[in-house]
C-alpha cells in the first residue's frame, strides 16, 4: 500500500468549473499538507492540518479551500480557478510531532492545468 | 522570509562521475532534508539530518548537516542513469506540525 495517495493524477478545468483534490496517507500520520509546485519555482505551502486543524494557510486565494475530514483525508476543493493557478498540486504527511524533526512524505501529486 | 540557496541549478555528467550540490540559508535549520523529485511523481526522501555536523550515507549517497545549521550538502557517488533527475534540498525549523522551506531543486542529466 502506497504511503501517500493522491486522485486525480491529472485534472483539466475550465475557470468556471468545480472540482475537488483529494489526498489519504496511510502512514498513521498527524499532520497532512497541500504544496503548489510551479515550473521553476520552489515548492510552495499552501496549507497545513494538525489534528484535522488547519494551523496554516500561507496567503492562498480563496478559490482554494480545504478540508480535512480525519487524519487520513485531506481535500482541496477549487472554484473559479485562474490559468495561473496551473501547476502541481502535492499533498504531503507527517507524524506532527517529534522535536528532533519531522519527516514529511509525498504523494504523486496532482497535476492541474486551468483553461 | 526564509529562503534557501541551492546550487548548482543544473548539472550535465557523465555516467560513473561523482555529483556534489548544496544549499546555504541565512537562517537556522534544526534539520535538513534531501529529497528526489522524478518527472510526474512527487518529491521522495533521500536522507534526512538532524544534528549539525551530522554526515549520513544511504547507498551511494551522502549527506551532511552544517555545523552552523545554515548549510547541507549532497554527494553522488559513480553515477548511474536512474539517478536522473530533479533534486531539492528542505531545511525546517518548527515543531509540531512542521514547515519546510524548499531550495530551488536541481536537475542532474547524465550522459551514457
Known amino acids: 500500500e502506497t504511503g501517500v495517495t493522491q486522485t486525480p493524477r491529472h485534472l483539466v478545468m475550465g475557470m468556471t468549473n468545480k472540482k475537488s483534490l483529494k489526498c489519504e496517507q496511510h502512514l498513521g500520520h498527524n499532520a497532512m499538507y497541500w504544496y503548489k509546485q510551479s515550473a521553476k519555482k520552489p515548492l510552495e505551502l499552501m496549507f497545513v492540518y494538525s489534528l484535522e486543524e488547519r494551523v496554516e494557510n500561507n496567503s492562498v486565494p480563496s478559490r482554494f479551500s480545504p478540508e480535512c475530514p480525519n487524519s487520513s483525508h485531506l481535500f482541496l476543493h477549487l472554484h473559479t480557478l485562474q490559468p495561473e493557478d496551473s501547476a502541481l498540486y502535492l499533498c504531503?504527511?507527517?507524524?506532527?510531532?517529534?522535536?528532533?524533526?519531522?519527516?514529511?512524505?509525498f504523494g504523486p501529486g496532482t497535476r492541474l492545468t486551468v483553461l | 522570509g526564509q529562503q534557501l540557496n541551492q546550487s548548482p541549478q543544473s548539472m550535465f555528467i557523465q555516467e560513473g562521475e561523482d555529483v556534489s550540490m548544496n544549499c546555504t540559508s541565512s537562517?537556522?535549520?534544526?534539520?535538513w532534508l534531501w529529497y528526489k523529485q522524478d518527472p510526474g511523481e512527487g518529491p521522495v526522501l533521500l536522507i534526512a539530518?538532524?544534528?549539525?555536523?551530522e554526515l549520513t550515507s544511504n547507498g551511494r549517497l551522502t549527506a551532511q548537516f552544517g555545523i552552523t545549521r545554515k548549510d547541507s550538502f549532497l554527494n553522488i557517488s559513480a553515477s548511474i542513469p536512474s539517478d536522473v533527475g530533479i533534486y531539492f534540498c528542505?531545511?525546517?525549523?518548527?515543531?509540531?506540525?512542521?514547515?519546510?522551506?524548499f531550495g530551488q531543486g536541481t536537475r542532474l542529466t547524465i550522459n551514457p
Open positions: 528542505a531545511g525546517q525549523r518548527i515543531q509540531g506540525a512542521q514547515k519546510l522551506v
Open positions: 539530518l538532524y544534528k549539525a555536523g
Open positions: 537562517s537556522i535549520f534544526n534539520t
Open positions: 504531503a504527511s507527517s507524524i506532527g510531532e517529534r522535536p528532533a524533526g519531522d519527516t514529511q512524505y
